[in-house]
Every structure is written in C-alpha cells, then in structure tokens.
C-alpha cells in the first residue's frame, strides 16, 4: 500500500518530504500536524511509526481505525479534514519518528515525517531566605533560588518594586542570589523566581516584610556574613578541582604508610 502511494504521487509530482521536531510532555497532549495543505479533501491518511512503517492510525474509503496498535489504544485522535494526529497521556516510549501519508480526491499525494521529542515539565525552583537584617528604617533580606533541573534558567521579579534589589550570580554564574532592601513602611514585598527553558517556565513566589524592632547594628554584621559567605562558597567552587588534583597527586607520590590523612 505504501508503496502505491509513492507511485501515485510520484505521477502527480506532488511528493513532498520534512522532518519537523514536535516538543510533547510527560502525561500531556500532543498534536502532531499533517502539513496537509488546507485545500485539499483528504480521501485517505496513514500515520505510521518505526522502519517497517507500522501503521497506528488510518482513514480510508470513509472508515477511521485508531485502534491498530495495543499501546496507543485509547490514546489516539485523527482528524480526518486536516490530517492531523493527536497522541494523548505521553508517555516517554512515544518519542519517535512518526510519518504520515497523505492522498487527495484528486489522487495527489505528499509524505511528511514528524520527531516527536517527550520531555518532563519543569519542576518549580526553590526558593530560601538565606539572611535577614534589620536596620533603621528597613531590612535587608536575601533569598536563594535553585532548580532541579538542567539547562535553565533563573530571573527574579520583585512586586512592588523596591528601591533597592540586586540579583548575584552563584558560583556557578546563574543569577540565583537576590537582595533587597525594604523599607518598614513598605506593604509586603513578592518575590519571585522563575526557570524557565525554551518555552517552558516554572516559577516560584515569596513574601517577605520588615519586622517592626530594627537593629542598628546589625547592618555591618549582616554585610559580614553575607561577604564571607559568598567569598567562601566561590573559593570552593572555584578551587574545587584545583584541591582535588593536587591532593591524588601527592597521594600517588608518597608512600601508602605516609598517608595518614582519611579522604
């Protein structure tokens, strides 16, 4: 039958073949479009998956058959007027090359494949209040954000806007690290960090206010800390590897009796 249809189109030099990458998720929907063009009146449609063109859902002489392979059952809709096929509840086995052949009442003819890529939404980030300082007249706070997943990234919103908020980069130069002054005649402030990748964006919210009793002398204290903190956790990080190196090379230069330092 397939090949029928090579022929057919082949005659009407109507034969046209794309590959397009469709982004599905983990127990969502996905539709994955025909590239039919919309004037055509399709007479038949044949979706078909792996080498050996195995077909999951057709539509021939009037007739619509979605139930042809076990694993699609109850997952499947084909959309006889445009073609197109929708996959229900994604699961990660249904990330594959899917083809879809197409024939018109005038017995023109076009293939186009489709990359379906499964992927698992983004998880919201997490934020922490790492300090909080009070001073005359307001607080500082400082909040961490960090995300499970890879390859994305981080930005705060801050609402209402404050007077004085700076983002820092992690040692790992992502923009995690926020700090903000508030005023104590300030309403409570959101805060909000968001990841997102292409897209896709998860986002995650905090409120935080000023207490009521200030500190005058917290201020220095808290820029202590806060640039220690900092300081450390860069030089750890940035020194990591660094440390790492030099420790196995002196260990596999001194004699096993030397080493009396447990890694």
């Not at 990748?197 to 220095?220: K, L, Q, W, Y």
């Amino acid at each position: 039958m397939r090949h029928q249809i090579f022929i057919i189109a082949f005659l009407q030099g109507a034969l046209v073949e794309s590959l397009k990458e469709v982004p599905g998720y983990l127990g969502a929907n996905v539709t994955l479009w025909s590239g039919a063009d919309p004037s055509w009146k399709l007479s038949k449609i044949e979706w078909s998956v792996f080498s050996n063109n195995t077909w999951i859902a057709t539509y021939r002489k009037g007739r619509t058959n979605i139930e042809r392979i076990s694993r699609y059952k109850g997952r499947l809709s084909l959309n006889i007027s445009s073609g197109d096929l929708t996959i229900h509840n994604l699961t990660r086995e249904d990330a594959m090359e899917y083809t879809v052949d197409l024939i018109n009442t005038m017995k023109n003819g076009t293939v186009n494949k489709i990359k379906l890529k499964v992927m698992q939404r983004l998880k919201k980030p997490s934020v922490k209040k790492l300090v909080t300082a009070s001073v005359e007249g307001g607080c500082f706070v400082v909040f961490d954000c960090s995300s499970q997943d890879q390859d994305v990234d981080l930005s705060w919103e801050v609402g209402p806007l404050t007077k004085t908020a700076y983002n820092m980069s992690n040692p790992d130069g992502k923009p995690g690290v926020l700090l903000a002054f508030l005023s104590t005649t300030q309403k409570p402030v959101h805060f909000t960090c968001t990841s997102s990748r292409t897209t896709e964006r998860a986002s995650n919210a905090v409120t935080a206010e000023c207490d009521e009793n200030p500190c005058p002398r917290c201020a220095p204290m808290f820029f202590l800390g806060l640039f220690i903190a900092i300081a450390i956790a860069a030089g750890m990080y940035c020194f990591r590897e660094k440390i790492k190196s030099a420790w196995k090379c002196l260990k596999d230069n001194l004699p096993k009796s030397e080493i009396a330092i447990d890694e």
